[in-house]
């Protein structure tokens, strides 16, 4: 400590820009020290919380939370994404960290958070699915000419993609691809669609497996699982080549091939 003192003492009178590097360097390892008493420092491209939320945390925060747990619910359809951390964002915390070998205690804290942003990439996409396979259908692109603006089908496609990532860990980590995302009005005419469902608001993904695994009837069945309002597999008309899953606050499966 004292011989690195002096050297840098020695450093100042020799050159004023490494005395200035060296200032810099120790003002970055004081912040560094400061930052290690609170919630780790990461910075995100997509997304970094700042403190640790638990049963009855309130804010964007806990929005933000709910958004990336949403599919660690468990058999249900609907889960709120409100910004209140009540029991239900408790359960989907407690399996999220049980998926991903973390200890199930309900509080996302900064292990949790790791796993969030090792899944999370820096624009927000999910780590298995990309932004160029949801985006519009029809070789369209982009996401304006839907039923809503173009900022909602992104914030819509993003929730979808989160539950989608719950499904594929819930399938045993096993690759899905999305063969159909958002659809802008025509582009949902033009494949058969009313121009006015679900894929019209990016809040739906038409999903398979590579090479017939998981199969359609698997996809749908543990979607039962994943917080996904519509789940359209084998036996529900136009769905025998892919399984349908949306965000929709609503119950309506049916795969009646697959028992669903
Ligand atoms: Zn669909």
Known sequence: M????????????????RALVATLAMLASSLFVVTLGATPAHADGCYTW?????????????????????????????????????PATTTAVTNFQR??????????????FAKIYALQDDDCSTAHFDWSEV????????????????????????????????????????????????RSVSCDKAVGGSGSGYHTYGMALDLVGFSGSPSFCQIASAARYTSFGTILGPGYPGHNDHAHVDIANRKFWSASSCGI
């Open 2 to 17: 004292k011989r690195a003192q002096t050297r840098s003492r020695t450093t100042r009178s020799r050159s004023p820009f």
């Open 50 to 86: 700042g403190r640790s939320l638990s049963s009855g945390s309130t804010g964007a925060d806990v929005q933000q939370l709910q958004i990336r747990v949403a599919g660690w619910h468990g058999s249900s359809a609907t889960f709120a994404i409100d910004g209140s951390f009540g």
């Open 99 to 112: 998926a991903y070998g973390l200890t199930p205690d309900g509080i996302a804290g900064p292990a949790t």
């Open 135 to 182: 985006d519009g259908g029809c070789g369209a692109g982009g996401y304006s000419g839907g039923t809503v603006s173009a900022t909602t089908v992104k914030e819509n496609l993003k929730r979808a993609m989160w539950r989608a990532e719950a499904l594929r860990q819930r399938l045993g980590n096993k690759p899905l691809r999305v063969t159909s995302g958002f």
